[in-house]
């Protein structure tokens, strides 16, 4: 089996700040997503990338930019944090694209910005 | 068109009863339909799917019935135990990379 490992697991950050999130795979799977979920919310899709290199915006990519250097590694930076904001970001990995098969999921890296 | 709608929110039931989770989607082209169970602190993990070829996907307890004509789907959980006590989302795809998720119901088993 394999795993999703998401870094850091918990991320407090100053309004207007930039911060960073990864996540590593070792599935050796295609394709990577990052989701946010906020309480009460179903996942919504920020980016996902097919390949290494490759970067696609979901509906919730604006204020934020990707980064999939290689195969195994995914990172989400949020570009100016927003006052208040609370969220947990979910990283997720599958073999093709997740209308084909499984999802699986990192246990999540919550933000929050004072 | 891109919405998907679970019900209830929220869902008690007893040990032992069968738990039935109500998802409705808008868009015809939604062919793949997969529920995710949650835990506190965890991620999302795989359940049980179903594609709308087919009308009914069993695997032990959990089954789901899938009406395409109506557009709905549900999850019935049976004989229910308190670890099955979590969070699950119905999820719609279609031929793309995305997943639209609903907003979840959140499930409490009562021994």
């Known amino acids: 089996g394999g795993i999703i490992t998401q870094t850091p697991k918990f991320l407090i950050g100053q309004e207007g700040q930039k911060l960073t999130l990864k996540c590593q795979q070792n599935?050796?799977?295609?394709?990577m997503y990052w989701y946010r979920q906020d309480s009460g919310k179903g996942l919504r899709l920020i980016y996902y990338?097919?390949?290494?290199?490759?970067?696609q915006k979901g509906d919730l990519s604006e204020g934020y930019d990707a980064s999939r250097e290689k195969k195994s590694s995914f990172s989400l930076t949020v570009t100016s944090a927003q006052k208040n904001e609370m969220a947990v970001f979910l990283c997720?990995?599958?073999?093709?694209?997740?209308?084909?098969?499984?999802?699986?999921f990192g246990e999540g890296s919550k933000l929050t910005v004072l | 068109q891109q919405q998907v709608r679970q019900s209830p929110q929220s869902l008690t039931v007893w040990e032992g009863e069968t738990a039935i989770l109500n998802c409705s989607y808008e868009?015809?082209?939604?062919?793949?339909f997969p529920w995710y169970q949650q835990f506190p602190g965890e991620g999302p993990a795989l359940l049980i799917a179903?594609?709308?070829v087919s009308d009914k996907k069993e695997d032990g307890g959990f089954t789901i019935f899938f009406n395409k004509r109506e557009k709905n789907l549900s999850l019935h959980i049976k004989d229910s135990q308190p670890g099955d006590s979590a969070t699950y989302f119905c999820?719609?795809?279609?031929?793309?990379?995305?997943?639209?998720w609903g907003s979840g119901t959140k499930l409490i088993i009562k021994p």
């Open positions: 999820a719609a795809g279609d031929s793309n990379y995305q997943l639209i």
């Open positions: 868009n015809s082209a939604f062919d793949y």
């Open positions: 179903i594609r709308s």
């Open positions: 599935f050796n799977h295609d394709t």
């Open positions: 990338s097919i390949t290494e290199n490759d970067l």
């Open positions: 997720a990995s599958s073999v093709g694209g997740a209308d084909t098969g499984q999802l699986y």
